[in-house]
């Protein structure tokens, strides 16, 4: 067994099992069982289209449940859980409709008396490998539409959040999904290795979806490459935020945009402001701006004490890496405005203080990936050098970009690396728009009308 705990407090909350190879195979071997019966596939759109949209409402109902659930093993604030919870929700309801809409095609024929049909089918068993910093929405944008396209699945959570994978399971028997196999749940700890290798191993799984670190993904790409699986990978982000003083409107319209792409979930997203590039006739002026910020409209704490938006990072490693990322900058010259520090004595050994960095002229490149709450700003002159700057990674998820020059935003939506671009956004994810990246940052499109097709063949 291994146990979940509370980040917050580091209080034991479940205990559950630690599967390994022999119980992935039997996951493996029920949903196989339960795609080659065809019961789930060979339903209609309409019927797969109608449990989908129960499995939305179920999220609706419990909808307290399921944030309250979600913030205790994930930490992070319970409006920003209910969030969540309502964007995994949107899934289920948006891949409902989609279901209806696997089309096929006829294409003229280049002889007479011939046809040419080509139509779409599921793929197979899935295997999914999901994160911990969003357990329902991640699962669920993998799951809808996998089951819309008529695929059974095997899902390992991440080990730090498995109830919320539990728990999304059990509305998805409630709401009518209730024939044997097509869902199956493997946790897992310390044979989380074990389980990836038996599932990009087994001939039977035709799809691995995984989101998650960069390294992970490699090697998962890696095992799959022998069977030959079709894949998708969500990876590593590194998102650069541009603000350009020439031209922004309003450099409070750009902090409150940061706020939201660096803050949200105390900074552990993917798509997370990473490193945060300042035109130099604004540079000074922003940095104050932000600091001020910071200091009055964040509140740190525990998920259910009252306006708090800043909860804990989700161990005592992710602390670490944090504070080391801010240390170095430190000693190479960087000053902090705010924050720098953990806050084990006020409110316990996970949480560490909203951070502001102002990175001096040496720092253009190379800065790693901060999965915390710390905001490095950087200066840049013109365009030509930020895109350079902005580009100058592996990653290629998503992007920011705040200008109110016309022009500037085509040719910077055209210059910078990423699957991805927010203009004057700092939020970009929703059911509707195709979310993936491009170079290192992965493969694959999920949710839109595209996600459907990861799941086909």
């Known amino acids: 067994t291994f146990d979940v705990f509370d980040p917050a407090t580091e209080n034991v909350i479940a205990t559950l099992p630690d599967m390994g190879c022999i119980e992935t195979k039997l996951a493996i071997d029920a949903a196989d069982t339960a795609f080659r019966n065809s019961e789930w596939k060979n339903k209609l ?71 040419i049909l080509s139509m779409k089918e599921a793929v197979g068993v899935c295997g999914f490998v999901t994160p911990w910093n969003f357990p329902n929405a991640m699962l669920a944008r993998k799951v809808a539409p996998a089951l819309a396209a008529g695929c059974t699945c095997v899902i390992k959570p991440a080990p730090e959040t498995p109830l919320s994978t539990l728990a999304l399971c059990q509305i998805m028997e409630e709401a009518g999904l209730t024939i044997p196999g097509v869902v199956n749940v493997v946790t897992s700890d310390r044979s989380t290795k074990d389980v990836g290798l038996a599932l990009t191993s087994d001939d039977r799984v035709r799809k691995i979806s995984f989101t998650g670190s960069t390294q992970v993904g490699k090697l998962l790409l890696q095992q799959s490459a022998n069977t030959v699986k079709k894949v998708s990978m969500e990876l590593g982000g590194d998102a650069p935020f541009i603000v350009f003083g020439e031209d922004t409107t309003s450099l409070k319209e750009a902090i409150d945009g940061l706020m939201v792409a660096k803050f949200r979930n105390s ?5 997370a402001a990473n490193r945060i590039y300042v035109q130099s006739n604004i540079y000074d002026e922003f940095a104050d701006l932000l600091t001020n910020r910071v200091q009055t409209s964040l509140k740190v704490g525990r998920y259910d004490e009252p306006n708090v938006n800043i909860g804990p990072l989700i161990n005592r490693k992710a602390v670490a890496k944090v504070h080391a990322f801010v240390q170095d900058a430190k000693n190479n010259g960087a000053q902090v405005m705010v924050g720098g520090h953990t806050l084990e004595k006020e409110n316990g050994p996970c949480f560490y203080a909203p951070t502001v960095l102002k990175l001096p002229d040496c720092s253009k490149n190379g800065i790693e990936e901060v999965f915390g709450p710390v905001c490095p700003l950087i200066k840049f002159d013109t365009e030509e050098e930020v895109i350079e700057m902005a580009n100058d990674t592996t990653s290629g998820l998503a992007a920011y970009v705040y200008t109110a020059n016309l022009g500037r935003i085509f040719r910077l939506s055209k210059a910078l690396q990423y699957g991805m671009i927010g203009i004057n956004t700092g939020i970009m994810s929703s059911e509707v728009t195709p979310f993936g990246g491009i170079k290192h940052s992965g493969l694959g499109r999920e949710g839109s009308k595209y996600g459907i097709d990861e799941y086909t063949h």
């Open 267 to 271: 900074g552990q997203t993917c798509v």
């Open 45 to 115: 759109a309409k019927e797969r289209c109608e449990i989908l949209r129960n499995i939305y409402l179920k999220h609706i109902e419990y909808e307290s449940e399921l944030a309250t659930l979600l913030a205790l093993e994930s930490g992070k604030p319970y409006t920003e859980a209910v969030g969540e919870i309502r964007y995994g929700a949107s899934f289920f309801e948006w891949f409902a409709e989609e279901a209806k809409r696997l089309e096929g095609t006829i294409i003229p024929e280049p002889q007479q008396g011939r046809k």
